[in-house]
C-alpha cells in the first residue's frame, strides 16, 4: 500500500471519493454512451429461471474476470423486463453468440416479447436454466455476488458447465468462426477477412 503527504487527497477508504463523484457530473448519458459506440462488444444471451418461469436477455456486457476459479461478469438494466428474474436467479446460461444467432439477439433485445414463445428451440438443463438450442456456445453457472451500480446490477457469476471445445483447433464443425459483436449501434460479425 502506498502512503501519500496529502492529507486533503479524496480517498475510498474514507469515502469522500465516493460521494464526490457520486455528486458531481463528469459526463452526460449521451456523452458516455457515445464513447462507447467506438467499443465494439461481442454479444450474449443470458437465461435463467428463478422459479415463475424462463426470462432471456441479450447482454454486451459479459467478460471473464477469473480462471481459476472460473468466473465471468455481465450487467443487466432496471430497464429490461427480464431484469427482477434475472436478479433474483442463483444460476445461469451465457449463450455466446455467433453471427448465425442474430436473431435470437435481436429477440432477446426487444422489449415485452415472450422470448420462449417458438421460433427458436430451446430446452431445459439437467439443472433446470433455459437453454437456446441455437446457441453452440454456452456456459452454465452459479450466481456468486450482485452489485447495484447505477441503475445496473453487476452479476458474478462461477461457470460450473461449458459446452465450449478446450482446443479451437479441435473444431470440425466451424463454431466460433463468426463472431457476433455489436459496434456504434449495428450488428457486425467478424471473420478472417477482419484480422488485422
Wanted: glycine share 8%; hydrophobic share 40%.
Amino acid at each position: 500500500m502506498t502512503t501519500t503527504d496529502h492529507d486533503d487527497t479524496p480517498g475510498i477508504a474514507d469515502g469522500r471519493l465516493v460521494d464526490e463523484l457520486s455528486t458531481s457530473t463528469l459526463l452526460s448519458a449521451e456523452e458516455f454512451k457515445a464513447a462507447f459506440r467506438n467499443h465494439p462488444a461481442g454479444v450474449a444471451v443470458i437465461t435463467a429461471d428463478p422459479g415463475d418461469g424462463p426470462v432471456a436477455l441479450t447482454a454486451t456486457s459479459v467478460f471473464s474476470v477469473s480462471a481459476t476459479p472460473p468466473l465471468l461478469v455481465f450487467s443487466v438494466s432496471e430497464l429490461s423486463s427480464a431484469a427482477p428474474a434475472i436478479t433474483r436467479s442463483t444460476s445461469v446460461v451465457v449463450h455466446l453468440l455467433g453471427a448465425d444467432q442474430l436473431g435470437l439477439a435481436r429477440l432477446c433485445a426487444t422489449s415485452g416479447v415472450d422470448r420462449f414463445a417458438g421460433g427458436w428451440a430451446w430446452e431445459r438443463l439437467g439443472t433446470g436454466e433455459p437453454r437456446f438450442l441455437a446457441a453452440p456456445d454456452w456456459i452454465r453457472g452459479t450466481v456468486v455476488t450482485t452489485l447495484q451500480a447505477g441503475t445496473s446490477t453487476l452479476v458474478v457469476v462461477n461457470a460450473t458447465h461449458s459446452s465450449g471445445s478446450a482446443d479451437e483447433s479441435d473444431r470440425t464443425d466451424g463454431r466460433g468462426a463468426r463472431p457476433l459483436v455489436y459496434h456504434n449501434r449495428t450488428w457486425h460479425e467478424l471473420s478472417e477477412r477482419s484480422a488485422v
